[in-house]
């Protein structure tokens, strides 16, 4: 009988695995599949799901990386508009929902990434140990030989180094892919002892940058952590939807076209050298990256650059903390240089998107973001703002008492403002995460814009700008009273 099981699940598994590496369960089967797994990742999905068609190609694509780990990680996948019984056990409410099973157990909720890469670094993280152990000169090259960088860690001894190594190894397991190795052969091999350091897929070398990244610093943990975010993806890293901490220093030029390196490695090439020749020429002033146009799609709109998008050229954008600036040229090498010169000499004008700057102004002024600055930042007066989305029913409850509080305040030195966040940029400077979203911006201090979360009722307004207003209202005192008449 156990045979006879063993026998089923084994050609299960064969078939699933020709029809794709993603494995497919069922109610009829999923007990029994999913205890063969060390570590799986089941995603409950609908077919009718849009979030689940979005994700549904980058869950094919991390699953054969993921299958040849070691150890392991199966990508398994369950229909729930057919196998109720199955996501009816799990408790599965909304799709796609993911969960980490551990030897046929659910362990644990999936929070990473729902792009490939990030799928795959995320999984890999979760099994095995933070730090695999390479043992043989051979392990060494096969683990060098991937197609991602990855970490490795030479130690002739136990040291201080090596300890604060396995303590990055354990926190940063989900974004990197570390190793080490105390063996004399592999030491000599690669020419390193009591080192960290990143060894960059053969697809990625070029002549313009390093292929292995060592770390020079000493055994504080912060300093390593900072060494592989910022330090290891060369003059002109592939930026993906997996590794976007590591491109968050400004300015950045992205410059975007159909980078493929599995499809299409000689043509992704191409371009990022022609990047990388005006990249070196800026070393530790601005970094350059390089992205999928596809995976991107709605950054380049963001950024500018929806107009062109469909050109056989890569299209670029500079993203600075003054703002982001697209490119109009055709793509060149000194057309590339050229601007990133003029925007780093401040002569070119940053993209923003903006409504019409508004003809008229009643008692709530209409931010936009072309008039935000000379309305909001360089006005000598506090300043309220809300940001709103029209379809927001929140908002629309606050809208008549934001009236009545602008009428109350006209004759005040206060601005009371609001900008549609969904037809306008927002400034760097605030972050707007639903809607509405406030802040209180004194006078005297409009680069530390500070949030609002008291009550949105008119009285609960008045009572916080008559106490934190920079001079004092002229017709409310410091406690939101009104002010007698022999006090004006």
């Given at each position: 009988?156990?045979?006879?099981?063993?026998?089923?699940?084994?050609?299960?598994?064969?078939?699933?695995?020709?029809?794709?590496?993603?494995?497919?369960?069922?109610?009829?089967?999923f007990e029994d599949l999913i205890q063969t797994h060390d570590i799986a990742l089941v995603k409950?999905?609908?077919?009718?799901?849009?979030?689940?068609?979005?994700?549904?190609?980058?869950?094919?694509?991390?699953?054969?990386?993921?299958?040849?780990?070691?150890?392991?990680?199966?990508?398994?996948?369950?229909?729930?508009?057919?196998?109720?019984?199955?996501?009816?056990?799990?408790?599965?409410?909304?799709?796609?929902?993911?969960?980490?099973?551990?030897?046929?157990?659910?362990?644990?909720?999936?929070?990473?990434?729902?792009?490939?890469?990030?799928?795959?670094?995320?999984?890999?993280?979760?099994?095995?140990?933070?730090?695999?152990?390479?043992?043989?000169?051979?392990?060494?090259?096969?683990?060098?030989?991937?197609?991602?960088?990855?970490?490795?860690?030479?130690?002739?001894?136990?040291?201080?180094?090596?300890?604060?190594?396995?303590?990055?190894?354990?926190?940063?397991?989900?974004?990197?892919?570390?190793?080490?190795?105390?063996?004399?052969?592999?030491?000599?091999?690669?020419?390193?002892?009591?080192?960290?350091?990143?060894?960059?897929?053969?697809?990625?070398?070029?002549?313009?940058?390093?292929?292995?990244?060592?770390?020079?610093?000493?055994?504080?943990?912060?300093?390593?952590?900072?060494?592989?975010?910022?330090?290891?993806?060369?003059?002109?890293?592939?930026?993906?939807?997996?590794?976007?901490?590591?491109?968050?220093?400004?300015?950045?030029?992205?410059?975007?076209?159909?980078?493929?390196?599995?499809?299409?490695?000689?043509?992704?090439?191409?371009?990022?050298?022609?990047?990388?020749?005006?990249?070196?020429?800026?070393?530790?002033?601005?970094?350059?990256?390089?992205?999928?146009?596809?995976?991107?799609?709605?950054?380049?709109?963001?950024?500018?650059?929806?107009?062109?998008?469909?050109?056989?050229?890569?299209?670029?954008?500079?993203?600075?903390?003054?703002?982001?600036?697209?490119?109009?040229?055709?793509?060149?090498?000194?057309?590339?240089?050229?601007?990133?010169?003029?925007?780093?000499?401040?002569?070119?004008?940053?993209?923003?998107?903006?409504e019409p700057i508004p003809e008229e102004q009643g008692d709530v002024k209409v931010a936009v973001?072309?008039?935000?600055?000379?309305?909001?930042?360089?006005?000598?007066?506090?300043?309220?703002?809300?940001?709103?989305?029209?379809?927001?029913?929140?908002?629309?409850?606050?809208?008549?008492?934001?009236?009545?509080?602008?009428?109350?305040?006209?004759?005040?030195?206060?601005?009371?403002?609001?900008?549609?966040?969904?037809?306008?940029?927002?400034?760097?400077?605030?972050?707007?995460?639903?809607?509405?979203?406030?802040?209180?911006?004194?006078?005297?201090?409009?680069?530390?814009?500070?949030?609002?979360?008291?009550?949105?009722?008119?009285?609960?307004?008045?009572?916080?700008?008559?106490?934190?207003?920079?001079?004092?209202?002229?017709g409310f005192t410091r406690d939101g009273k009104k002010k007698k008449h022999t006090e004006l």
């Open positions: 009988m156990i045979w006879v099981q063993a026998a089923l699940v084994a050609s299960f598994l064969a078939f699933a695995s020709a029809g794709g590496a993603v494995l497919e369960y069922t109610d009829g089967n409950f999905y609908a077919p009718w799901c849009g979030h689940c068609k979005k994700m549904a190609p980058e869950y094919e694509k991390a699953a054969p990386k993921l299958a040849s780990n070691d150890p392991p990680v199966a990508l398994v996948k369950v229909d729930c508009t057919t196998e109720k019984t199955v996501c009816d056990k799990f408790g599965v409410k909304g799709f796609p929902t993911l969960k980490i099973f551990r030897n046929g157990v659910p362990a644990q909720d999936y929070d990473g990434p729902r792009d490939a890469d990030g799928i795959v670094k995320f999984m890999r993280g979760q099994s095995g140990p933070s730090s695999k152990e390479l043992k043989t000169v051979a392990e060494f090259e096969k683990f060098v030989d991937g197609d991602e960088n990855v970490v490795v860690g030479f130690f002739d001894n136990e040291s201080k180094l090596k300890d604060s190594f396995l303590k990055v190894a354990d926190t940063e397991r989900d974004r990197f892919a570390f190793a080490h190795t105390s063996n004399k052969d592999i030491i000599k091999k690669a020419g390193y002892s009591d080192d960290v350091v990143v060894f960059t897929p053969k697809k990625l070398h070029n002549k313009f940058d390093t292929n292995e990244f060592k770390y020079d610093g000493n055994y504080d943990t912060d300093k390593i952590k900072n060494f592989l975010v910022h330090e290891t993806v060369g003059l002109a890293g592939i930026r993906t939807q997996g590794n976007l901490f590591q491109f968050e220093q400004k300015p950045i030029v992205i410059v975007y076209y159909n980078v493929d390196y599995v499809k299409d490695p000689k043509g992704s090439n191409y371009w990022r050298n022609r990047v990388l020749k005006v990249a070196q020429n800026y070393k530790r002033k601005v970094q350059f990256a390089v992205s999928n146009k596809e995976e991107f799609s709605s950054e380049i709109e963001t950024n500018g650059l929806g107009e062109r998008k469909d050109s056989d050229k890569p299209i670029v954008a500079i993203l600075t903390n003054e703002g982001k600036y697209p490119m109009d040229q055709e793509f060149s090498v000194d057309n590339l240089k050229q601007f990133v010169d003029e925007v780093l000499a401040g002569n070119a004008e940053p993209y923003m998107k903006s973001g072309k008039n935000f600055k000379q309305l909001i930042m360089d006005a000598d007066k506090d300043v309220l703002i809300e940001f709103y989305a029209p379809w927001c029913g929140h908002c629309k409850s606050l809208a008549p008492k934001y009236d009545e509080l602008a009428a109350k305040l006209n004759k005040e030195d206060v601005i009371i403002a609001k900008m549609d966040a969904t037809a306008n940029d927002v400034p760097p400077l605030f972050e707007v995460r639903g809607f509405p979203t406030l802040f209180w911006l004194p006078k005297n201090s409009k680069s530390n814009p500070v949030p609002y979360n008291g009550g949105r009722e008119v009285k609960d307004f008045v009572n916080f700008i008559s106490k934190h207003s920079t001079d004092g209202l002229k």
